[in-house]
T-cell receptor, first 114, second 115 residues
Framework: DTAVSQTPKYLVTQMGNDKSIKCEQN?????MYWYKQDSKKFLKIMFS???????INETVPNRFSPKSPDKAHLNLHINSLELGDSAVYFC?????????????FGPGTRLLVL | ELKVEQNPLFLSMQEGKNYTIYCNYS?????LYWYRQDPGKSLESLFV?????AVKQEGRLMASLDTKARLSTLHITAAVHDLSATYFC???????????????FGKGTKLSVIP
């Protein structure tokens, strides 16, 4: 059973396009996250979301927007893609982060913007 | 802004040797996490350290946390090739009373264990 899944695994697209990445977790977790890993393998939080609120990293351009249709899904929509958006995007989930539960990561989506 | 620094960033070691990876962070936090990432793969949780003096061991890896020194170590004992991967430490901190917790990752330590 896949705990945190993402689709697609690879995404190649042109500059200026709009794309979405889907994330689903079947762990019953109440908090989900999106991270960006750049070419130097540096990981940075983009969003965290539970059923109460969305926390946005202030450095994330507003072209990026998370959408959560329900507790088990947190999709990432990207408008007007730029070359610098090329990276690996990881979705993650956890139980109550205030108690220090570990985050479980999805397999990643490798985005290449041409 | 919370900063997390790992060293070394690259580590090449022979099988059978011992070594330690260090993780320093810039602000008070009682919670530190270690993850492993294999090339082209996702992140796998190794350890969760939730209090000062916490020590956890799994196989050839042992992690510890000193919150007063703002330092965690990941000690590798008698390394084997299968341990070759990138190891990340991460610290979380509540966002100024907003009730949210976000992880800040170090840059990772790329470990190569040579036969």
């Amino acid at each position: 059973d896949t705990a945190v899944s993402q689709t697609p695994k690879y995404l190649v697209t042109q500059m200026g396009n709009d794309k979405s990445i889907k994330c689903e977790q079947n762990l019953g977790h109440d908090t989900m996250y999106w991270y960006k890993q750049d070419s130097k393998k540096f990981l940075k939080i983009m969003f965290s979301y539970n059923n109460k609120e969305l926390i946005i990293n202030e450095t994330v351009p507003n072209r990026f927007s998370p959408k959560s249709p329900d507790k088990a899904h947190l999709n990432l929509h990207i408008n007007s893609l730029e070359l610098g958006d090329s990276a690996v995007y990881f979705c993650a989930s956890s139980l109550h982060p205030e108690f220090g539960f570990t985050q479980y990561f999805g397999p990643g989506t490798r985005l290449l913007v041409l | 802004e919370l900063k997390v620094e790992q060293n070394p960033l690259f580590l090449s070691m022979q099988e059978g040797k011992n070594y330690t990876i260090y993780c320093n962070y810039s602000t008070t936090s009682d919670r530190l996490y270690w993850y492993r990432q294999d090339p082209g793969k996702s992140l796998e949780s190794l350890f969760v350290l939730l209090s000062n003096g916490a020590v956890k061991q799994e196989g050839r890896l042992m992690a510890s946390l000193d919150t007063k020194a703002r330092l965690s170590t990941l000690h590798i004992t008698a390394a084997v090739h299968d341990l070759s991967a990138t190891y990340f430490c991460a610290v979380d901190k509540e966002d100024s009373g907003a009730g949210s917790y976000q992880l800040t990752f170090g840059k990772g330590t790329k470990l190569s264990v040579i036969p």
